[in-house]
């Protein structure tokens, strides 16, 4: 929890306390950056007005190298302020006064929003097979090798399915942040990676969308 108002934080420390977390302050941006590095949080609640960096910078670096659900809780409640904030990576806005029950709603929501599934989990669909945690792949019933990257890249879909996933999104969390704009090299394994695993004719599993990103549509 990051904010520059000493009563805000002791404030946030109780609320979340009582709701079962373990919070870490910080009241600035350095600070946070280093808490979260240091730590590993499950989820970040973030104001916008700090001292050093502004939330939306904030947000931003965070993203750079994590996917925890990320709130932006701030007095700043114009339109352009939450554009801001959710385009630099933050995943909900609340403004001040805020409600306690409600904000831990939205954290709580966020967080079951991005749980990993289990790693034993499998999944059978118009005759692919994917086991997560044997890393293995079939088709038709028979199996296809795929490289580790490209079985990151896979598995990074398929939990997600549905769900739009950003060119940035997939490099980071497949490649790391020396990667996050090299949408050739996404490109490229995708591409790999569909020639295996889809029919020559038939039902896409890897839907485009144009200049965004990509979804597993199975």
């Given at each position: 929890?990051?904010?520059?108002?000493?009563?805000?934080?002791?404030?946030?420390?109780?609320?979340?306390?009582?709701?079962?977390?373990?919070?870490l302050?910080?009241?600035?941006?350095?600070?946070?950056?280093?808490?979260?590095?240091?730590q590993?949080?499950?989820?970040?609640?973030?104001?916008?007005?700090?001292?050093?960096?502004?939330?939306v910078?904030?947000?931003?670096?965070?993203?750079?190298?994590?996917?925890?659900?990320?709130?932006?809780?701030?007095?700043?409640?114009?339109?352009?302020?939450?554009?801001?904030?959710l385009?630099?990576?933050?995943?909900?806005?609340?403004?001040?006064?805020?409600?306690?029950?409600?904000?831990?709603?939205?954290?709580?929501?966020?967080?079951?929003?991005?749980?990993?599934?289990?790693?034993?989990?499998?999944?059978?669909?118009d005759?692919?097979?994917?086991?997560?945690?044997?890393?293995?792949?079939?088709?038709?019933?028979?199996?296809?090798?795929?490289?580790?990257?490209?079985?990151?890249?896979?598995?990074?879909?398929?939990?997600?399915?549905g769900?739009?996933?950003?060119?940035?999104?997939?490099?980071?969390?497949?490649?790391?942040?020396?990667?996050?704009?090299?949408?050739?090299?996404?490109?490229?394994?995708?591409?790999?990676?569909?020639?295996?695993?889809?029919?020559?004719?038939?039902?896409?599993?890897?839907?485009?969308?144009?200049?965004?990103?990509?979804?597993?549509?199975?």
């Amino acid at each position: 929890m990051v904010d520059d108002e000493q009563q805000i934080l002791r404030a946030l420390r109780v609320i979340l306390r009582e709701a079962g977390f373990e919070a870490l302050p910080a009241a600035s941006g350095e600070e946070a950056l280093d808490v979260a590095a240091l730590q590993r949080p499950d989820a970040a609640i973030v104001d916008l007005l700090l001292p050093d960096l502004d939330g939306v910078e904030l947000a931003r670096r965070l993203r750079e190298w994590s996917d925890m659900p990320l709130i932006v809780l701030s007095a700043v409640g114009d339109e352009d302020a939450k554009v801001r904030a959710l385009a630099a990576g933050a995943d909900d806005y609340v403004t001040k006064p805020f409600g306690p029950r409600e904000l831990v709603a939205r954290l709580q929501a966020n967080m079951r929003r991005i749980a990993p599934e289990k790693e034993d989990a499998e999944l059978h669909v118009d005759g692919l097979d994917v086991d997560l945690a044997r890393r293995t792949v079939r088709v038709q019933g028979n199996e296809v090798h795929l490289t580790p990257t490209e079985f990151d890249l896979l598995r990074l879909l398929v939990r997600n399915r549905g769900r739009l996933m950003t060119h940035r999104d997939l490099l980071l969390s497949v490649w790391g942040p020396g990667y996050g704009d090299d949408t050739q090299v996404l490109r490229a394994h995708i591409a790999n990676l569909r020639r295996k695993i889809e029919p020559p004719e038939g039902r896409r599993y890897i839907r485009t969308d144009p200049g965004v990103g990509y979804r597993f549509a199975a």
